[in-house]
């Protein structure tokens, strides 16, 4: 009967682990690119916990345009910051590594939390649409991605004990590309 128990136990942990794995991927496949850009095989999703740095390497060749999108999802409250560094710039100090630095709030702006960099914003005609980078490299190079999931802010139980929500959800990177048009 033990046996049994815990086979059963162990057929759930393994199915509730791969279904979170299986709508991660889903968030992916929901994204559609619009022509004349066609999604990228490098764009990639993943189950990410708050508290932790992912880092993602890309190589993007000169012949390519690239359109860089970043979704998460609504669990991390878009305390989420992305930084995109070209691992190909030079060792001068005066040339900026960093190519895109996005916090997922902007203290600048004064955005509440949850209406930064990661919301849809509406063009001239209404329409909504999700902010996008776009990359024309002068040469191949490798860009590594950096994603920080910030860790919330400690809360206290009823007994005044402090303690900090792990909070777990997708993120994903969005890479479409096309041929570069020719100046």
């Not at 996005?102 to 209406?115: H, M, S, Y």
């Not at 999700?130 to 991605?145: G, K, N, V």
């Not at 920080?148 to 479409?176: M, R, S, W």
């Amino acid at each position: 009967m033990k046996k049994i128990f815990w086979l059963v136990s162990i057929i759930l942990f393994l199915t509730k682990i791969s279904y979170s794995q299986l709508s991660c991927s889903n968030f992916l496949s929901n994204r559609k690119a619009e022509p004349p850009y066609k999604m990228s095989s490098m764009s990639k999703s993943a189950v990410s916990i708050s508290g932790h740095v992912y880092k993602y390497e890309v190589p993007l060749s000169a012949d390519k345009e690239y359109r860089l999108m970043f979704f998460a999802s609504p669990a991390f409250n878009n305390n989420i910051h992305f930084k995109v560094i070209d691992k190909n710039a030079t060792s001068d100090p005066s040339d900026d590594k960093v190519i895109l630095d996005l916090p997922g709030e902007n203290p600048k702006t004064q955005n509440a939390r949850g209406t930064a960099a990661l919301a849809p914003f509406e063009d001239k005609d209404g329409h909504e649409f999700h902010p996008y980078f776009d990359i024309i490299p002068a040469h191949a190079t490798s860009l590594e991605i950096i994603i920080d999931v910030k860790q919330p802010p400690a809360q206290k139980d009823e007994y005044g004990n402090t303690y900090t929500e792990v909070i777990k959800g997708c993120v994903a990177v969005v890479i479409l590309e096309k041929p570069s048009e020719s100046f």
